[in-house]
Nanobody, 121 residues
Framework: QLQLMESGGGLVQPGGSLRLSCAAS????????TGWFRQAPGKDREGVSY???????YYRDTVKGRFSISRDYAENIVYLQMDRLRPEDTATYYC???????????????WGQGTRVAVSS
């Protein structure tokens, strides 16, 4: 059974950077999508970015130009490079895998446990 594990969260000052990792326990079907989501306290979970198995990427507007998603196929890890972080980026970040490109959480079937990101001075 596929398992996902996130890492790389932490406390960073505004304007700083973090790189999140999502390691998958096994390779998935020929076509699949890995997404990053986040959930701040008291708020709904929102899609941040996704990457398909053929390297199509997509970002929500508020992170475009600051976040970059990539995949290491050999290691089966998806990264989310986060630059120029803002206090409003503070949240628990989750990676998930699903069959179609989407920023909707309902379209993803397997989830990691999350990693916390705090942006504060």
């Amino acid at each position: 059974q596929l398992q996902l594990m996130e890492s790389g969260g932490g406390l960073v000052q505004p304007g700083g950077s973090l790189r999140l990792s999502c390691a998958a326990s096994e390779f998935s079907a020929p076509y699949y999508v890995t997404g990053w989501f986040r959930q701040a306290p008291g708020k709904d979970r929102e899609g941040v970015s996704y990457i398909t198995s053929d390297d199509l990427t997509y970002y929500r507007d508020t992170v475009k130009g600051r976040f970059s998603i990539s995949r290491d196929y050999a290691e089966n890890i998806v990264y989310l490079q986060m630059d120029r972080l803002r206090p409003e980026d503070t949240a628990t970040y989750y990676c998930a895998e699903g069959p179609r490109p989407s920023l909707a959480a309902r379209d993803y079937t397997t989830w990691g446990q999350g990693t916390r990101v705090a942006v504060s001075s």
